[in-house]
């Protein structure tokens, strides 16, 4: 997983004096100003509260704090006026894409996913969000890609509008995590598919289980709430503007898309095993015929041997000259008997 790494020495891009958390001593591992017409800059923790403080109409701020920080939460409580529900969140166990409103402000958790096929939960960093008018709060105690990329963007120029746009930029992120997450998967189902198809079963069914419960684990952490999502959209804050609106509906509705592709994912996953499972019962079936057969056409030479290899008076046809082989005749029809029974009972099923 790439990191949001502090700027070195070389990188005089944020004025922050960098601690062993790779933040400044408040906990501030980047921020910056965005104002209309101009490229974004900088800021650091001390000029942010000033700004903060002011009565400053245009523009507003994104800051970005490492929560391993013992001064983060503490500074954004003296200085970020986001709403109680906001640190609440933070001490959640709860870790589920959501994003829902609090008054006036919007609170966001997404997940950035490090995704291979030995998913582990430390592979999830999760990333939680206070937004208002002015300000934009990210906070992590992980590093994560999405804020590497949004980062990359922001110094290469790319203009953000508004804190709604920010945060559709994020949840766009987040949405395409999905969507690699849907490619990677899709990849694997292929090949096992092209596998049964080819008549080699290579593929136990709990691996397929497996992936199945992966995508469903998944799916539950990275998916947002609809509920709460619904409601956003319905009744935004009045400092939303109806474009912001139409953008944050367009980013969920790629979440959509990809939920789908997962729910579809899982439709294939569950035909296969069905499938492996059908193959694996006609081969035991098969397994199983070829075993009775062997067994019912051992059966009557194994019966009269042991009864004519009894050491008693009175065995038939022992003074018969023509005595064995009226024994081989039997033992063949009844052999023939046995094994005609055996392939059409085989027949029938």
């Known amino acids: 997983m790439q990191h949001d790494r502090l700027p070195d020495a070389m990188d005089s891009d944020l004025p922050i004096e960098p601690t062993r958390y790779g933040a400044d001593a408040h906990g501030l591992v980047c921020g910056y100003r965005f104002e209309t017409a101009t490229a974004a800059c900088p800021i650091g923790s001390d000029e942010a509260a000033q700004w903060l403080a002011g009565a400053t109409d245009g523009g507003f701020v994104w800051l970005h704090f490492n929560l391993s920080h013992a001064g983060a939460e503490r500074w954004l409580q003296r200085h970020a006026q986001l709403p109680e529900s906001f640190y609440d969140t933070l001490h959640d166990d709860h870790r589920s894409t959501r994003l829902e409103r609090d008054q006036a402000a919007l609170i966001a958790v997404i997940n950035d996913v490090q995704f291979d096929f030995a998913f582990e939960s430390s592979d999830i960093a999760t990333l939680w969000i206070g937004v208002d008018r002015r300000l934009v709060v990210t906070a992590r105690q992980s590093p994560l890609r999405s804020i590497d990329r949004l980062r990359t963007a922001i110094r290469r120029g790319e203009p953000l509008r508004s804190t709604t746009e920010l945060l559709e930029w994020l ?59 619904f409601r956003l959209l319905q009744h935004p804050p009045t400092w939303m503007v109806e474009r912001d609106v139409d953008e944050l509906r367009q980013a969920t509705e790629e979440f959509s898309v990809a939920l789908r592709d997962m729910a579809a994912l899982q439709e294939r996953i569950k035909l296969l095993q069905e499938e492996i499972a059908e193959a694996v019962n006609e081969r035991t079936s098969r397994s199983l015929f070829v075993l009775t057969v062997v067994t019912v056409l051992a059966l009557p030479i194994n019966i009269l041997a042991g009864l004519f290899g009894m050491n008693v008076g009175g065995v038939p046809l022992a003074e018969n000259t023509h005595g064995f082989w009226i024994l081989v005749a039997v033992v063949i029809a009844f052999t023939a008997v046995a094994g005609w029974l055996a392939f059409r009972g085989h027949n029938d099923r």
Do not use: C, M, W, Y
Not at 188 to 205: F, M, N, P, S, T
Not at 218 to 224: G, K, T
């Open 171 to 229: 949840l766009r992120s987040q949405a395409e995590v999905l969507v690699d997450v849907v490619r990677g998967v899709t990849r694997r189902i292929d090949e096992v598919e092209d596998a049964l198809l080819a008549g080699r079963l290579q593929h136990k069914r709990t691996r397929l289980g497996v992936l199945r419960r992966l995508l469903v684990r998944l799916q539950r952490l990275l998916a947002p709430e609809p509920a709460a999502l």
